[in-house]
């Protein structure tokens, strides 16, 4: 059930939602979750070896764009398990895209007629280690390069959330890496920062994506 590994150009809660993410507590598969601080902390607390995430609970993401100054000495890990696509990039701190890798998950929503919650978990657990790889690889790094990791903590299936947040904690503590934790949604509106350069806030998005419609 492997998918085959292709490039890209596409751009990229409860106490209960968090605990299941981290702890692999009961939740129906279909649940959809959303990042909350509750989350942050569970993140932080679970590995206190990890360096503490970025504080973007406590901060609009357009103030924290901001806030931090531009740094392509940065090297941030990207990876993204939020529904049925298996991917990650390699990002530079000045928002030059080193690397983008995404294993496509269409066989099975062509089996199953649409995404099948514990069948899009398997397909990302199978494939997970090898994205991973391939996106370090061919942007000619390896973990220990890496300033930090940023992972997708919702909105999407928990299911499929938590394959994502094991494998980013599991490269942020062996390499001492904080984590950041990315809302899904925001990402995608603040991705097209990456491509056009001139794009500066304010700006007006809209996006539809699954049960999740903001503008």
């Known amino acids: 059930m492997a ?3 292709l490039p890209t150009l596409s751009p990229p809660v409860s106490r209960a939602a968090a605990a299941f993410l981290l702890r692999r507590a009961p939740l129906k598969p279909s ?4 990042p909350p601080s ?5 993140l932080i ?3 206190p070896a990890i360096p503490a995430m970025c504080p973007l609970s406590t901060m609009s993401s357009t103030t924290a764009a901001r806030a931090v100054p531009v740094r392509r000495d940065l090297l941030m890990l990207g990876i993204e398990t939020s529904c049925d696509d298996t991917a990650a990039a390699v990002v530079r701190g000045d928002g030059e895209i080193l690397s983008q890798v995404v294993s496509s998950q269409a066989d099975l929503l062509a089996r199953y007629g649409g995404v099948a919650p514990k069948m899009a978990e398997e397909a990302h657990a199978l494939v997970i280690d090898q ?3 391939k996106a370090l690889d061919d942007a000619k790094l390896s973990e220990s390069d890496l300033s930090a990791v940023a992972v997708t903590i919702g909105p999407g299936l928990s ?3 938590r394959v994502g947040v094991h494998k980013a904690r599991q490269v942020a503590k062996a390499f001492g890496l904080p984590i950041v934790g990315v809302h899904h949604m925001e990402a995608h509106a603040l991705v097209s920062r990456l491509a056009n350069k001139d794009l500066d806030f304010p700006f007006l998005a809209l996006l539809i ?3 999740n419609a903001t503008a």
Not at 31 to 34: E, L, M, N, S
Not at 38 to 42: G, V
């Open 3 to 5: 998918a085959t590994l």
């Open 131 to 133: 994205v991973v790889q």
């Open 38 to 42: 509750t989350l942050r902390r569970l």
């Open 45 to 47: 607390s679970s590995y």
């Open 209 to 211: 994506s699954g049960s």
């Open 31 to 34: 649940h959809y979750v959303h």
């Open 159 to 161: 299911l499929c959330l």
